[in-house]
T-cell receptor, first 114, second 115 residues
């Protein structure tokens, strides 16, 4: 069974802290994605990666960075957390070989920045 | 570029009533179309998708959607809903020519089924 896991379901941080959100997939997928989900705004793409050490900006990359050192792991980094980054963060992965394939999502991390 | 419009942010219905969740898209290229569902406190999961062939696609739990190219729509329907269908539903499109797998999502429709 396919699986995308995220390191935390809930996270509370203080303004200015550096925050790491981890995502791991066990499907050998090439593509990985980070979204944030806010009420009324749907899912907005922050960054995605199509290979190890490769990354592309999504629609709202400001205030975020990413790291992909291994194929199965894609990390989202908030260099200096701010209250407007309080949100639900969703990670997803998909296969490159089958370009029409499904994106598989993790359960999400609800981040609160105080 | 692609964009997706979900015309209703909230749809309340009674159990066993029919429901339609509307989705329209805009794209300069051919697209694949998807509906994802998010149950409370969970991530998204694929409900159904249109890639090619028959324009009517169905899910295992009774939902169906029809691709209408002339109206650029992909509305989701179910003839009789259950309490367990309460969830948020997202319509999404993907550029057919892209291998990167990027999806463009609508803002979501919250379906609430009342007893």
């Amino acid at each position: 069974d396919v699986k995308v896991t995220q390191s935390s379901r809930y996270l509370v941080k203080r303004t200015g802290e550096k925050v790491f959100l981890e995502c791991v997939q066990d499907m050998d997928h090439e593509n990985m994605f980070w979204y944030r989900q806010d009420p009324g705004l749907g899912l907005r793409l922050i960054y995605f990666s199509y290979d190890v050490k490769m990354k592309e900006k999504g629609d709202i990359p400001e205030g975020y960075s990413v790291s992909r050192e291994k194929k199965e792991r894609f990390s989202l980094i908030l260099e200096s957390a701010s209250t407007n980054q309080t949100s639900m963060y969703l990670c997803a992965s998909s296969s490159l070989d089958r370009a029409t394939d499904t994106q598989y999502f993790g359960p999400g991390t609800r981040l609160t920045v105080l | 570029a692609q964009s997706v419009t979900q015309l209703d942010s909230q749809v309340p219905v009674f159990e066993e009533a029919p429901v339609e969740l509307r989705c329209n898209y805009s794209s300069s290229v051919s697209v694949y179309l998807f509906w994802y569902v998010q149950y409370p406190n969970q991530g998204l999961q694929l409900l159904l998708k249109y890639l090619s062939g028959s324009t009517l696609v169905k899910s295992i739990n009774g939902f169906e959607a029809e691709f209408n190219k002339s109206q650029t729509s992909f509305h989701l329907r179910k003839p009789s809903v259950h309490i367990s269908d309460t969830a948020e539903y997202f319509c999404a499109v993907k550029n057919r020519g892209s291998t990167l797998g990027r999806l463009y999502f609508g803002r979501g429709t919250q379906l609430t089924v009342w007893p």
